[in-house]
């Protein structure tokens, strides 16, 4: 049987004919918001849902309210995150699908597990576990060498990757090549917002892009990736010269809302130098949280 939210609108039938007494269900001005932002029309949605036009309309102008295998099947297609679908769900008066579940908790231990796993391995190489916002949650040791020279403000609580980045205190004073950096890190923040719409990446691409750009950096940004396949991340530390590029690994078929917005970015070294100092670091003992 399938399970509604309490207090859900409902609709009183009377004689000759259908009495409303709610407001128009919120799932329509939703569901329209989600298929333009993927640039979708009713037409193209329906033949995807294997439905038709004319329902999805009625349910995007709250003349029908969808089933909720319509609501999750439509999510699909439409390839909404886990929480949103949550969100969807219960606008239509139905209960969650998924599950929300402290990192910390008992039910997380096996991705914990997973994620200590992944970063360990990486060794010498940095890497590190993020969550949507771009929070850290988890680091290896090898990350002390990209945020050794960070200030504690920024760093607290694990810091976050953008802020790390594009701070004025952050990594933004060692980066050799800060002017691409910075383009290609709000380029990526600003596409989430767009795809996802929200208000905590829109917030944190507010605050990062409004930060101000030393005037003295990229005045000599030397080589970049000579194959023009990734962007790289250049740094100078009291040691010499680093250069990155990373990786993001997601977790496949995700039925957990932390589980699906949490990621891990691997750091790779572009050069020799940055392999030899690396590697001379940890065994050195180097590292260190």
Partial sequence: MTSQVKNAPAVLHGYGGIMETQEPPRIGPLLRSWRRRRKLSQLDLALRA???TRHLSCVETGRARPSRDFVLRLAEHLDIPLRDRNGLLLAAGYAPAYRESPLDSDRMAMVRSAIRAMLAGHEPYPAAAI???WNIVDRNDAMSLL?????PHLTESGGNV??????????ASQCLNFAQVRAHALGRLRHQ???TGHDELRELYEEVSAYPVPADLD????????TGIVVPLRIRTPLGDMAFFSTIATFGAPADVTL?????????????????????LAALGGGGR
């Fill in 50 to 52: 294997d439905s038709s």
């Fill in 131 to 133: 969550d949507r916002i």
């Fill in 147 to 151: 945020l050794g020279t960070v200030p």
């Fill in 162 to 171: 953008m802020r790390l980045i594009l701070h004025p205190e952050g990594l």
């Fill in 193 to 195: 917002v767009e795809t």
């Fill in 219 to 226: 005045a000599d940004p030397g080589p970049v990736d000579p």
């Fill in 260 to 280: 699906s917005e949490l990621a891990v970015e691997s750091f790779f070294p572009m050069d020799e130098q940055t392999d030899t100092l690396l590697r001379t």
